[in-house]
């Protein structure tokens, strides 16, 4: 079936190509990659190059072309954690054996290529706004089951199966500070969900979870990454899928608290996790 659409022949009768049609708008989710950015020292640092500037090579007609070199680890930046990201004793999400799975130095079952790109309801539960602080939560501060139970009640947005639902704490109005160390935390610690969170949040059927730290979950003053008991729930009890270092300041001033949310993995054979760029998008009406 078509339709006519203001003399521009004839479109398809889809409601959301009609959606796009009636204008939408927005929001970036993701950091901009940069060398030096704030990072986990667990992974490799991001950096980038151009081998071939303009100018190094010209063509007979003037013409020139500049290219790139990126490394990177799979963590770095705003990302997504796939399954094989996490074990717990020995064990991965499906049960298989961790060693096992990694043989050949890909994870050819649960690596980042099976995670299928998403369009899906997403929720932002603005905790510290909830809570009455609305710059953020303390340093170190865990955002319990209770936190995110109130947010989403006094919101109005109820977490249903299939949602993404990304956790705000504040704590990335730090990320662009001169002082890097200031967003990684270590020695302050960072607010985020606790593992009775992560199980809150597996057990109202999330597809994925996300927040604006590198971790996701708290970090407590000087321990830095050494235990992540929300990753070992979500990842490898509960099969929820973890998104890190994400800008949600734009989302949490302008009150959008439902939205579709859209992100694609990128396709990166048996890796444990993979560089995104989410978009929260919404309706002009």
């Not at 022949?9 to 939408?24: C, I, T, Y």
């Not at 990177?72 to 298989?96: E, N, P």
């Not at 579709?260 to 396709?267: E, G």
Request: some cysteine; glycine content about 14%.
């Amino acid at each position: 079936m078509t339709i006519r659409n203001g003399g521009r022949g004839d479109v398809s009768a889809d409601p959301l190509l009609q959606a796009v049609r009636d204008g939408v708008r927005i929001h970036d989710l993701g950091r901009q990659l940069t060398i030096g950015m704030p990072q986990s020292p667990n992974h490799p640092p991001f950096w980038h190059a151009l081998p071939r500037r303009h100018g190094d090579m010209v063509r007979a007609d003037g013409g020139s072309a500049a290219n790139d070199i990126i490394t990177m680890g799979t963590h770095v930046g705003t990302h997504i954690d796939a399954f094989a990201h996490v074990s717990q004793d020995g064990r991965l999400v499906d049960g298989s054996d961790a060693l096992a799975a990694g043989s050949g130095g890909r994870f050819a079952e649960l690596g980042a290529h099976t995670i299928a790109p998403m369009v899906r309801r997403g929720v932002l539960l603005d905790v510290p706004a909830a809570l009455g602080s609305p710059e953020g939560c303390p340093a170190g501060y865990e955002i319990t089951s209770g936190d995110l139970e109130t947010t989403a009640a006094k919101q109005g947005t109820p977490i249903t199966p299939g949602d993404v639902v990304l956790v705000r704490s504040g704590w990335g109005r730090h990320f662009g500070h001169p002082d890097r160390d200031v967003y990684i935390g270590r020695d302050s610690g960072v607010p985020g969900v606790g593992e009775a969170g992560a199980t809150w949040l597996a057990a109202q059927g999330a597809h994925a979870a996300g927040a604006d730290t590198i971790a996701f979950e708290c970090l407590r003053p000087g321990s830095g990454h050494s235990v992540l008991p929300a990753h070992r729930v979500l990842l490898v009890e509960r099969g929820v899928y973890i998104i890190e270092t994400l800008d949600l300041e734009g989302l949490s001033a302008a009150q959008v608290y439902e939205f579709t949310f859209v992100l694609a993995p990128l396709a990166i054979f048996g890796a444990t996790g993979s560089p995104v760029r989410p978009l929260a998008v919404v309706g002009r009406g």
